[in-house]
């Protein structure tokens, strides 16, 4: 049984930090293209921030919107990939997801989903 797991969300104040993490069970982690994505209320769900399989280089992309501020890294020893979201501003409230891609096998898993709320 595959499983994502989100920890790490919450409230915190404009200008702040805080990190995602998502634990990944049931697959071969290493062999996955990782992903953030983001939805806020009335919004469609949006990519964040990617990082390929560790085969593929594990390169890192993220959204225009979030450069600078964000970075997406991956331990594959600990089956974990995480979001360092430095500057929060509030139109970065949303829930987050962690999403698991494989495409030669056809597999997309989603985690469950993590609030975050920028606010003072």
């Known amino acids: 049984q595959v499983q994502l797991v989100e920890s790490g969300g919450g409230l915190v104040q404009p200008g702040g930090s805080l990190r995602l993490s998502c634990a990944a069970s049931?697959?071969?982690?290493?062999?996955?293209?990782m992903s953030w994505y983001r939805q806020a209320p009335g919004k469609e769900r949006e990519l964040v921030a990617a990082?390929?399989?560790?085969?593929?280089?594990?390169?890192?992309n993220v959204a225009a919107s979030v450069k600078g501020r964000f970075t997406i890294s991956r331990v594959n020893a600990k089956n974990t990939v995480y979001l360092q979201m430095d500057s929060l501003k509030p139109e970065d409230t949303a829930v987050y997801y962690c999403?698991?891609?494989?495409?030669?096998?056809?597999?997309?898993?989603w985690g469950q989903g993590t609030q975050v709320t920028v606010s003072s």
């Open positions: 999403n698991a891609r494989r495409d030669d096998l056809g597999t997309r898993y």
């Open positions: 049931g697959i071969t982690f290493s062999s996955y293209a």
């Open positions: 990082i390929t399989s560790n085969n593929n280089g594990a390169n890192t």
